[in-house]
């Protein structure tokens, strides 16, 4: 039976056997009949029959009495049907149904080398895609990981025999600068993030010793195969700002603060560029520290190497960190240029700043 059914018998709507049969057969909540009975409910209040016995005094009191019985009838009527349409529609129980399992999120590649005098120990075979390169310094001298990529057909003892020819004879053709961890101190470590295509490669350090010999020529030069990825790759790293590097400059996206940073590099030049990060000594500049390294200069550097991101070819980039104290820095550039043989530094792609 209809829950209206009692409002409505009340209201003496319910003559018959046929309505109280037809809104008995309506379910717990009022039918469109139902609502069609609320309807002629209320319209009976506003000009129902009542209106016609007002005339005497007694006919009168009966119409406010009844006025005020079918006022609050169709009121009780209204109010039904409104909480069941509340009932209707509101929000389903949520059912036992297991939540999806969510996809997860693809990690960035994390490989460790460490570097001796005059060595590199580390994996030499690594997955491709977004990798975070860290370097430990466990040597006694400066010491970098340059990446380079080689094309099909040419070999490391290739690559090696070219460089070992020294500054101005020309690389195997088709190599390429790939990136990598930037000059560390003794005993300093960093890191250098990028997308890491499969391939071969190797890793070397240009750095000289005392005698001017670079260090590959010394064994500090590596295999590292690049295979396919086995899954979706990483999105690249957050980062704090951007350093643009061109012939011959950096831009900066903002300036550095103190803190640990993650600086996004990219290469918008037509030659291969490098941002390394030095730490000034006080009342030094990157010339100073640059002299350091001529032939006959007495003394150590005047800065402490602190990486940054290696030599990479044009349109590449990747992501280095490093912590700033309040201090001078320098971004260095000691790529040669392809014309002159001279460092790009020389050329002015020198980047001093203070961090306060
Ligand atoms: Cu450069």
């Known amino acids: 039976m209809s829950h209206l059914t009692p409002i409505l018998s009340q209201a003496g709507l319910l003559k018959n056997e046929n309505r109280e049969a037809r809104i008995s057969a309506s379910t717990s909540c009022p039918s469109a009949h139902d609502a069609m009975m609320i309807t002629i409910l209320v319209d009976s209040f506003f000009r129902g029959d009542g209106i016609q016995s007002a005339n005497s005094l007694l006919g009168r009191y009966r119409f406010q009495m009844r006025s ?5 009838l169709a009121v009780l009527a209204v109010l039904a049907l409104a909480a069941c349409g509340d009932a209707a529609t509101a929000t389903p129980r949520p059912t036992s149904t297991p939540a999806p399992t969510p996809t997860p999120v693809p990690q960035i590649n994390e490989v460790s080398f460490a570097v001796i005098d005059f060595g590199y120990t580390g994996p030499s075979s690594i997955p491709a895609g977004m990798t975070r390169i860290s370097l430990a310094n466990q040597g006694q001298e400066l010491h970098h990981q340059q990446l380079i990529k080689l094309p099909d057909g040419t070999s490391s003892e290739d690559l090696l025999a070219a460089f070992a020819q020294g500054p101005g004879s020309p690389p195997p053709p088709g190599i390429e ?4 961890v930037s000059v560390l101190a003794p005993g300093g470590s960093g890191t250098a993030t990028l997308n890491i295509q499969p391939g071969n490669y190797v890793m070397l350090c240009f750095v000289p010793n005392a005698e001017g ?20 790759l990483a999105a690249e790293p957050d980062s704090d ?18 803190g640990v940073q993650t600086i996004k590099v990219t290469n918008g030049g037509v030659q291969d560029h490098e941002a390394f990060l030095v730490q000034l000594a006080p009342g030094a500049t990157a010339m100073d520290f640059l002299a350091a390294f001529e032939p006959g200069a007495q003394g150590p550097p005047p800065g402490l190497p602190l990486g940054g991101f290696q030599s990479i070819v044009n349109g590449g980039g990747g992501f280095f960190t490093a912590e700033f104290a309040p201090g001078n820095f320098a971004l260095i550039c000691f790529v040669e240029d392809v014309e002159t043989g001279a460092p790009h530094a020389v050329l002015g792609m020198i980047e001093e700043f203070t961090v306060s």
């Open 68 to 72: 005020t019985f079918w006022l609050t």
């Open 177 to 180: 600068s790939a990136g990598g």
């Open 241 to 258: 700002l951007t350093v643009d590097m061109s012939d011959f400059a950096y831009s900066l996206s903002e300036p550095i603060t103190a």
């Open 213 to 232: 010999v670079p260090h590959f020529a010394l064994g500090q030069a590596a295999s590292l195969t690049v295979t396919e990825a086995t899954g979706p």
